[in-house]
């Protein structure tokens, strides 16, 4: 009886041994794998593409040219936060709407 005591005790103790070394490696494998994911993401959006940062948050559209000489390129997207600035940024659309374009574009502020 005392040899199948040993023999379930060895077993108990190999198998919480390779428990705890699984354990190790995907931890591992975990990390190595967060590591490798890329930081921007990109998506298409109607007919042009945003690119995200996923670390910052910050955003960008894609841009075409105007012409087959010039290059597209991506500008940065405003992020509204606020009900305030997301009101006044409707009445300037509104405005630009009805003055019939979209004007020239314009460099966007930092972001905060």
Not at 9 to 27: E, H, I, P, Q, T
Not at 62 to 70: G, N, V
Not at 71 to 95: F, G, H, N, S, V
């Amino acid at each position: 009886m005392s040899r199948a005591w040993f023999a379930l005790a060895v077993a108990a103790v190999l198998g919480l041994f390779y428990v705890g070394a699984g354990r190790g490696d995907s931890a591992f494998a975990q990390q190595e794998v967060a590591e490798n994911v890329s930081t921007y993401s990109v998506t298409s959006a109607g007919s042009t593409s945003v690119l995200v940062n996923s670390r910052t948050g910050r955003t960008w559209l894609l841009h075409p040219p105007a012409s087959r000489t010039a290059e597209a390129a991506w500008l940065p997207i405003q992020r509204i936060d606020t009900a305030e600035e997301a009101a006044k940024w409707k009445a300037a659309e509104t405005e630009r709407r009805n003055r019939g374009g979209g004007g020239e574009l314009r460099p966007m502020p930092p972001a905060r």
